[in-house]
């Protein structure tokens, strides 16, 4: 937590490393300077954190990185705006503001012996890699897990580095998808909730986490409906224009919740419970 | 805490003693609008008019300086902006401002996250209510849990006939008038039973709207025709947003370039297109129509949900300050009727006082009162 005093001043952290995912996602790897802030940001798998560029302004930004990695924080930004442009045009040495982190974050607690089916599309899979990676780090506390990833083209896949290292890890079943493949693709092409289908993963002790663009959640809901999923089973983690991110400001509201302070997570059940604009 | 009587003779001396003591803010007449604005040693507050704008932005600025920053050798020096409001009086607050603050601290003095300038200038004021000897024709406090006589702020104070009754709620309150207490003298059993007779005539003479509960107006939602002719004739100005007490949301903006600025909180408002619009476009609320929904909803259903209370102080300067004339009693007549729910009902319905009062005398200070367009 950033100074409980100052909530809406960040401290400043600085790019250690930065590279490309996609033509219009760079991810980057950060380190808080201080050294007090820097221990005192314990982030959960999920959680969010608010992103300065001085000058240019603030971005609510999912942490990528799984609280197990300790050196750095990551983050993969998609070029959207005019914070996330300038970012791209940041990289190793230049400095970030940052406060958090913020939001509710998975309970990964109450999910230990359970299968995990990640479900991602697009620059979504960003949020949900954090558990991903939290749950490789402490396999045993975990069943079966499965990734369903998908992308409009092989060049949009992010995270293409962390494939190799995901493929070895036992019992973790991949199924990397594109929209349309080209010349040099091999994998699979279609849909994410085509390739879900396909994979089939049974509801049984299971918790499936999904991110990606709406049209893609909303198939994906349905059909992990069809495979007999339970509301309470189905967690997802929502965007929307967020500015404080300390749920002052008002505009992230789902009914009387906020993403940036209630959420970002919310199982189906939650959310079948609120009415509110997504 | 002490109750005593200020001689309508002696409030200039009062007022004075407290200029020279602390920024003391007051209704003032301006040109176009009247507002809360500093008073000088000598200057006699418009003590009889409702303000056009509300003192919100004394306390929760309309333009907060977050921070200034400054790209060197060594970095980026931040320097947090000013959290120790500057000590201040806000006085002739009419009872529904007064209540306003209450309810805005409620999300802004968070255990977790508090806001620390809003709670700076919060603590550093104190509040002098007067209480209404009379009702405007858009005004329904009582509707939503308060009262032309609410005892709320540091000092309450009423105009009873040609003298006030000064009442301290506070230590702070007390303080204010401790310190001058030879403009004061003892008020008698009489003087508090001629208060609180007038209190109770101004209420009464008040329409008394039900409100349907949280609950069952958060059931509206889906409503989507009920919504759409509400908003028919909203034009999303946001100016009802502007002069609610109770509205605040907020933006946050970065002035100056990379190497040198300022980073700043203003006034938003729910009303305007760009207030949902996500980076790449999405934006739920694109239609005027849910963001009426949104600022309705807030008031009358989300805010109570979480912290009890409507979030509306029913002073109603958005009724006044709309240009289309839209009533925010319209909604809650309307959600009562469609919803069909039981009413919150915070005191028993006045019967055929409606009539009497929406077409009642306007006294000489209230004419300055706009009915919407008008």
């Known amino acids: 937590m950033t100074s409980a005093t100052k909530t809406l001043v960040p401290t400043i952290a600085t790019i250690i490393e930065a590279f490309d995912e996609t033509p219009d996602v760079k991810t980057f790897r950060v380190k808080i300077d201080d050294e007090a802030a820097a221990a005192a940001f314990k982030q959960r798998p999920g959680q969010v954190a608010e992103l300065s560029v001085f000058g240019a302004g603030e971005s609510v930004i999912s942490i990528t990185s799984s609280p197990t990695q300790t050196e750095y924080l990551e983050f993969s930004i998609k070029r959207c705006g005019v914070v996330t442009d300038y970012m791209h045009t940041m990289g190793a040495g230049d400095k970030f503001g940052i406060r958090g982190p913020y939001g509710n974050g998975f309970p990964i607690e109450s999910w230990k012996g359970k299968n995990l089916i990640i479900i991602g599309g697009g620059i979504g899979l960003a949020p949900v890699r954090s558990v991903l990676n939290y749950a490789i780090d402490n396999r045993d506390d975990f069943g079966h897990i499965t990734l369903v990833y998908g992308a409009r083209s092989p060049e949009d896949l992010v995270f293409k580095w962390e494939y190799e290292r995901w493929g070895a890890v036992k019992d973790l079943d991949m199924n990397i998808t594109v929209d349309c493949g080209d010349d040099k693709w091999s994998g699979k092409v279609g849909f994410v909730p085509t390739i879900l289908k396909e994979v089939a993963p049974s509801p049984e002790n299971a918790i499936a986490l999904t991110c990606g663009p709406p049209i893609m959640i909303k198939f994906v809901l349905q059909d992990l409906a069809e495979m007999n999923f339970a509301p309470e089973q189905i967690v997802t983690t929502l965007e929307g224009k967020m500015q404080c991110c300390v749920g002052l400001c008002g505009r992230c509201n789902i009914g009387s919740l906020f993403i940036c302070k209630d959420g970002p997570v919310f199982t189906l059940a939650e959310l079948n419970s609120l009415n509110g604009d997504f | ?94 009872p529904c401002d007064s209540r306003s603050f209450t309810l805005t601290d409620k999300p802004f003095f968070d255990p977790e996250l508090p806001e620390n300038q809003y709670m700076g200038h919060r603590n550093a004021s104190a509040l002098v209510t007067t209480a209404c000897t009379s009702a405007c024709r858009t005004c329904f406090c009582t509707s939503i849990g308060g009262a032309p006589d609410e005892k709320t702020g540091d000092v309450w104070m009423m105009d009873i006939d040609g003298k006030y009754l000064v009442e301290s709620l506070t230590g702070k309150g007390e303080e204010l008038i401790k310190a001058n207490e030879a403009l004061f003298s003892d008020a008698s059993a009489d003087d508090e039973a001629a208060a609180k007779r007038i209190g109770e005539e101004v209420a009464s003479s008040m329409p008394k709207l039900n409100i349907a509960d949280a609950k069952a107006l958060d059931g509206l939602f889906n409503d989507d025709a009920f919504w759409q002719k509400l908003t028919d004739k909203c034009l999303s100005c946001g100016a009802c947003t502007f002069v609610c007490p109770t509205c605040y949301c907020f933006d946050v903006r970065d002035e100056g ?48 949900e979480k912290y009890g209370d409507i979030d509306c102080v029913g002073c109603g300067r958005c009724i006044r300050s709309c240009p289309v004339s839209y009533d925010l009693r319209d909604f809650l007549e309307g959600s009562l009727a469609v919803t069909g729910a039981a009413p919150v009902g915070f005191e028993k319905e006045l019967s055929d006082v409606d009539e009497k009062v929406r077409t009642c005398e306007i006294k000489p200070a209230d004419e300055t009162v706009k009915t919407g367009g008008l």
């Not at chain 2, 003192?55 to 921070?67: A, D, S």
């Not at chain 2, 790449?280 to 949104?294: A, L, V, Y």
Request: proline share 6%.
């Open chain 2, 1 to 94: 805490m002490v109750t005593k009587i200020l001689p309508a003779g002696n409030l200039q001396a009062w007022l004075d003693s407290l200029v020279a003591a602390y920024e003391v803010y007051a209704p003032v007449e301006g040109d176009g609008a009247s507002t809360f604005k500093k008073i000088n040693k000598g200057q006699m507050p418009a003590m009889d008019i409702r303000t056009d704008t509300p003192p919100k932005g004394l306390i929760f600025k309309q333009v907060e300086k977050i921070l200034s920053f400054e790209v060197n050798p060594d970095g980026i020096t931040v320097i947090p902006g000013d959290e120790n409001g500057t000590k201040k009086i806000v006085f002739g607050i009419r």
């Open chain 2, 257 to 304: 370039n990379t190497r040198k600025g300022e980073r700043y909180r203003g006034w938003d408002s729910c009303m305007f297109y760009q207030y949902n619009r996500a980076a790449g476009g999405h934006n739920p609320r694109e239609f005027h129509w849910k963001r009426m929904r949104q600022r309705m909803l807030h008031k009358f259903s989300y805010f109570p």
